[in-house]
């Protein structure tokens, strides 16, 4: 398993909402190694307990984010010589998640929020309509183009202040996954999803921090995506919409 | 003083610079109503007020009260455009530009009172 003297010094956060503390663990430290190969060997060689979550281990499926060194990062893309300091790395679960066991969050209550912001398809035509143009070029188009290749990982919510500050908040991801939605000429639920982004805890909350845009490992702008949300919320206000 | 590693950003110190210098310029607004009141009644008062403003340290401390003033206007039209305009990438260098501008005009401000 490589180079003992050659090894990570790994800090690894235990337990639950109801008492946490670090392990240590050493871990030979191999050429272009994640972060979450470093957990996996901790798992599978010094501590079988460890409990982490992860499924495509290619930066898709956004399942494996965890704090590392203090910072939001999808663990699997995130190579360990980019974020190591010195030999030492300390490895903990998202931030503003419940935590269920050591590194794993439950992400209920963020996917609850994507519903509470109506960021469903709402179709306007049936299968008997034929098939809507969408121009790539359109200003709709391409706002939603670069909203949309969110993978749903949390980075963005975990980094944010505003859902620290006030736990009803929607939080980045909802709201952009939102924006795009906004964007789409297809869409039939525009009014609603504007008045529900637009609520308690919605798109106002956000202090423009930009938390969300240092960290999307997609390189996302969420924080673009609800000044657009706001820019609509006040057209509509002014035109007695909302 | 170093933030979290998740707050180590320029913008997120361009939010702190903003919030601190909003609830400093409200804490002063009671000190510059009385200061204005006392011109308006009891002008002797005003006159030794306006003598004490001439020692160096407050002279500095009236830098600091431009520069809270000047960075709280350009960063809160910084905010506005951001959330009014079409979306510019370049909002590192906005929050630069604010800052500094800020910073030019309260020197100025403090060269003019010498």
């Given at each position: 398993?490589g180079?003992?003297?050659?090894?990570?010094?790994?800090k690894v956060?235990?337990g639950?909402?109801r008492?946490?503390?670090?392990?240590?663990?050493d871990?030979p430290?191999?050429?272009s190694?994640?972060?979450?190969d470093?957990?996996?060997w901790i798992?599978?060689?010094?501590d079988p307990?460890l409990?982490?979550?992860?499924a495509c281990r290619?930066?898709?499926?956004?399942s494996?984010?965890?704090?590392?060194?203090?910072k939001?990062?999808?663990?699997?893309?995130t190579?360990?010589s980019k974020?190591?300091?010195?030999?030492t790395l300390?490895i903990e679960?998202?931030r503003?998640?419940p935590?269920?066991k050591?590194l794993?969050?439950?992400?209920?209550?963020?996917?609850?929020k994507w519903?509470s912001a109506?960021?469903?398809f709402?179709?306007?035509?049936?299968?008997?309509?034929?098939i809507?143009?969408v121009?790539?070029?359109?200003k709709e188009?391409?706002?939603?183009?670069?909203?949309?290749?969110?993978?749903n990982c949390?980075?963005c919510?975990?980094?944010?202040?505003?859902?620290?500050?006030?736990?009803?908040?929607?939080?980045?991801?909802?709201l952009?996954?939102a924006?795009?939605?906004?964007?789409?000429?297809?869409?039939g639920?525009k009014?609603?999803?504007?008045?529900?982004?637009?609520?308690?805890?919605?798109?106002?909350?956000?202090h423009?921090q930009q938390?969300?845009v240092?960290?999307?490992?997609?390189?996302?702008?969420?924080?673009?995506s609800i000044?657009?949300?706001k820019?609509l919320?006040?057209?509509?206000?002014?035109?007695?919409?909302? | 003083m170093r933030?979290?590693?998740?707050?180590?950003?320029?913008?997120?110190?361009a939010?702190?610079v903003?919030?601190?210098s909003?609830l400093s310029l409200?804490?002063?607004i009671?000190l510059?109503?009385?200061?204005?009141g006392?011109?308006l009644?009891?002008?002797?008062e005003?006159?030794?007020?306006?003598?004490w403003?001439?020692i160096?340290v407050?002279?500095a401390a009236?830098?600091g009260?431009?520069?809270?003033?000047a960075?709280h206007?350009?960063?809160g039209?910084?905010?506005m455009a951001?959330?009014m305009?079409q979306w510019?990438?370049?909002?590192?260098?906005?929050?630069?530009a604010?800052?500094?501008?800020a910073?030019?005009?309260?020197?100025?401000?403090l060269?003019?009172?010498?």
């Amino acid at each position: 398993m490589g180079d003992r003297s050659n090894s990570i010094r790994v800090k690894v956060s235990r337990g639950d909402d109801r008492g946490r503390h670090f392990d240590e663990f050493d871990v030979p430290a191999l050429e272009s190694q994640t972060v979450l190969d470093v957990v996996t060997w901790i798992q599978r060689n010094a501590d079988p307990s460890l409990s982490y979550r992860f499924a495509c281990r290619v930066g898709m499926c956004g399942s494996c984010a965890m704090t590392v060194n203090g910072k939001p990062r999808w663990t699997c893309r995130t190579h360990v010589s980019k974020v190591l300091q010195g030999d030492t790395l300390t490895i903990e679960p998202l931030r503003n998640l419940p935590v269920v066991k050591d590194l794993a969050t439950d992400m209920s209550e963020f996917f609850d929020k994507w519903t509470s912001a109506e960021s469903r398809f709402v179709p306007t035509k049936t299968r008997e309509d034929a098939i809507e143009i969408v121009q790539p070029a359109t200003k709709e188009r391409i706002e939603a183009d670069a909203a949309i290749e969110c993978i749903n990982c949390g980075v963005c919510y975990a980094s944010c202040d505003a859902v620290e500050l006030n736990p009803d908040y929607l939080g980045p991801a909802a709201l952009n996954r939102a924006w795009t939605l906004q964007n789409d000429v297809r869409d039939g639920g525009k009014n609603s999803r504007l008045r529900a982004v637009t609520g308690e805890g919605g798109c106002q909350n956000c202090h423009s921090q930009q938390g969300c845009v240092q960290h999307c490992p997609n390189t996302l702008n969420p924080t673009r995506s609800i000044a657009g949300l706001k820019r609509l919320a006040t057209r509509a206000v002014f035109k007695r919409e909302l | 003083m170093r933030a979290k590693p998740h707050r180590n950003h320029p913008l997120w110190y361009a939010y702190v610079v903003h919030r601190i210098s909003g609830l400093s310029l409200a804490a002063f607004i009671p000190l510059h109503l009385y200061v204005l009141g006392l011109a308006l009644e009891r002008r002797g008062e005003l006159d030794q007020l306006l003598v004490w403003t001439e020692i160096p340290v407050v002279k500095a401390a009236e830098f600091g009260l431009v520069f809270l003033l000047a960075v709280h206007l350009f960063g809160g039209l910084r905010l506005m455009a951001l959330e009014m305009f079409q979306w510019r990438d370049n909002q590192k260098t906005f929050a630069a530009a604010a800052a500094s501008a800020a910073f030019l005009l309260a020197s100025l401000f403090l060269l003019r009172s010498f």
